[in-house]
C-alpha cells in the first residue's frame, strides 16, 4: 500500500501483475493517459474497456478537483483512439524521430474541440463549470496539454524509463534534468540492485 504521503503526490498509482505498487508521475496530464494502455504489444495493458473506467482515470488523474462527467460506451474508442495516437506522439518525441502525421491529425483535432471550463467557487477554491462535462471536452483538454507539453520547454526533455523491459514515458520536468527511471522504487532501485550485484560478483569471482 502506498502511504498517505505519497497517495497525494502527482502521478498515477500503478499495479503491475508482479504485484509492487508504486507511483508514476509522467510530469503531464496528457501522459498519464499513457498508463491505462497502448497500441499494438500494450495492448495488453489495457484498461479502458467501460465508460466507468474512463471516469476513474479521470478521478485518480491530476485533474483537481476531479470533473463530473458523462462517458457513453460509444466515448470509450474515442478515448483510446487519442491515447493510442498520444502513445505513438510521444515514443517518437522519446527517441527523436518524426512526429506520425495521422496521429497530428488525431491530437489536433481532439484539441480544437471546446475543453474543460474551469471556475473560481466563492471560497476560493477551483472546480469545473456546473454539470456533467462530455468526453470530447476531456480529451480536449488532455490533447492541448499534449500540445503545450511537445511544444514547451520540456519537449526536449520527454524520455523513455531506462529500465529494463519498461517502455513508460516521462516528461522530466526536474530542475537537473537528470531523470532517468520511471519510479526510483521501481526501475531506479531494481538498476542499483543489479549495479551492487555485478560489483559484488567482481570482487569475489
Known amino acids: 500500500m502506498l502511504d498517505e504521503a505519497s497517495a497525494r503526490a502527482p502521478g498515477i498509482e500503478m499495479r503491475p501483475p508482479d504485484g509492487q505498487v508504486f507511483r508514476f508521475d509522467p510530469g503531464a496530464l496528457s501522459l498519464e493517459l499513457l498508463t491505462t494502455g497502448g497500441p499494438g504489444l500494450f495492448a495488453r495493458y489495457e484498461v479502458l474497456h467501460t465508460p466507468t473506467d474512463v471516469e476513474a482515470w479521470a478521478a485518480a488523474s491530476r485533474l483537481r478537483p476531479a470533473p463530473e462527467l458523462t462517458v457513453t460506451d460509444a466515448d470509450v474508442p474515442a478515448v483510446r483512439h487519442l491515447r493510442d495516437a498520444l502513445f505513438r506522439l510521444t515514443q517518437a518525441r522519446a527517441h527523436a524521430a518524426p512526429l506520425p502525421a495521422a496521429d497530428l491529425a488525431t491530437l489536433n483535432a481532439a484539441a480544437a474541440e471546446p475543453p474543460l471550463a474551469p471556475r473560481l467557487t466563492p471560497d476560493g477554491t477551483p472546480s469545473w463549470s ?61 538498476h542499483k540492485a543489479r549495479t551492487l550485484r555485478a560489483r559484488r560478483e567482481a570482487d569475489h569471482p
Open 130 to 190: 456546473p454539470g456533467p462535462a462530455t468526453t470530447a471536452q476531456l480529451l480536449s483538454t488532455v490533447a492541448r496539454d499534449a500540445v503545450d507539453l511537445f511544444s514547451g520547454p520540456y519537449a526536449h526533455r520527454i524520455r523513455e524509463c531506462a529500465g529494463e523491459r519498461c517502455y513508460l514515458l516521462f516528461a522530466d520536468t526536474s530542475r537537473p534534468g537528470r531523470r532517468r527511471w520511471c519510479s526510483m522504487d521501481r526501475c531506479g532501485n531494481r
